[in-house]
């Protein structure tokens, strides 16, 4: 497979273990009271994608240097599509070799604020249930296949993204590959039922993601599903540690994040 990529600040692709300096915003979460997704820092990051109207929603999308016609939606995190860290995660996708486009799956709807008050949270999720987003959905696809041209498609999503991805892998048998990176998943019984291949990436750390969750995950998987899937869960890691910046980590922290980050491309590779 090609060597893992990363895009550049200028927009130029980098080799993934070059790196990267780009500023970095206040914290956005305190690591020893880490949010649901505890991301550290909102990235300085201007993206080499565009904004587009893709019917009755928005899209970022970065179109691949290379026409495989593969694409890859990626599924944001409670603090939206326009989060500069998922629109990065988004980038270097696409330097590998995938269309990929970031939707609006909020539809316009504020995303969570990071100085929101957590007590309100639980109302504010009631209106952005990541399992009600198959209209949305739909129309992501046939902009892909008719605008881009995309024949293979996968997913990939980060917390409430994760959850989302797991709901379309039990939905659309389309979709050749996805991607659970700390995705909640106490909150549904049919947890088995895979369309296709399907990588869950879990933190050992997680305040949001007890590792029983992910161990009756894993013993529902092992005894009912029908597919390839793989669990990994990632030594002393907390919740949003795949989408962080490199500056945002212990030197120790290095080696998970390009780990996590190369498993899910190659996850992608593998089966897109």
């Known amino acids: 497979m090609p060597a893992l990529q990363v895009p550049s600040s200028v927009g130029v692709l980098v080799p993934f273990h070059s790196e990267l300096k780009l500023t970095l915003r206040s914290p956005m979460a305190n690591e020893a009271h880490p949010c649901p997704c505890d991301i550290g820092h909102r990235l300085e990051y201007g993206g080499m994608g565009q904004e587009v109207q893709v019917e009755h929603i928005k899209a970022y999308v970065t179109r691949s240097p290379v026409d495989a016609g593969k694409a890859v939606i990626v599924i ?11 629109r990065y995660m988004a980038d270097l996708i696409a330097g590998n070799g995938y269309t990929t486009i970031v939707p609006d799956f909020f539809v316009g709807q504020e995303p969570w604020s990071p100085t929101g008050d957590w007590a309100t949270f639980p109302e504010w ?12 959905f739909d129309a992501v ?11 293979r498609v996968g997913v990939v999503g980060f917390c409430w993204g994760g959850v989302a991805v797991h709901h379309v892998m039990m939905t659309y048998p389309e979709l050749r ?15 088995y039922s895979l369309k296709n291949p399907t990588l869950f990436i879990f933190a050992e750390n997680d305040a949001v993601i007890p590792l029983e969750q992910v161990s009756l995950l894993t013993q529902k998987l ?9 669990i990994k869960t990632f030594s002393g890691q907390t919740h949003g540690f795949v989408h ?16 996590a980050r190369r498993n899910l491309i190659e996850w992608l590779n593998k089966y897109i």
């Open 222 to 230: 092992k005894e009912h599903c029908k597919v390839e899937y793989q």
């Open 125 to 136: 999720l009631k209106t952005r249930n990541a399992r009600k987003i198959n209209r949305e």
């Open 177 to 191: 590959a996805g991607v659970s990176v700390y995705g909640i998943v106490k909150d549904s019984e049919d947890v």
């Open 244 to 259: 962080r910046k490199k500056e945002d980590c212990l030197p120790a922290d290095k080696p998970y994040i390009d780990e």
């Open 141 to 151: 696809l046939r902009y892909l296949k008719q605008q881009c041209q995309a024949r």
């Open 76 to 86: 944001q995190d409670i603090f939206g599509w326009q989060l500069p860290n998922t």
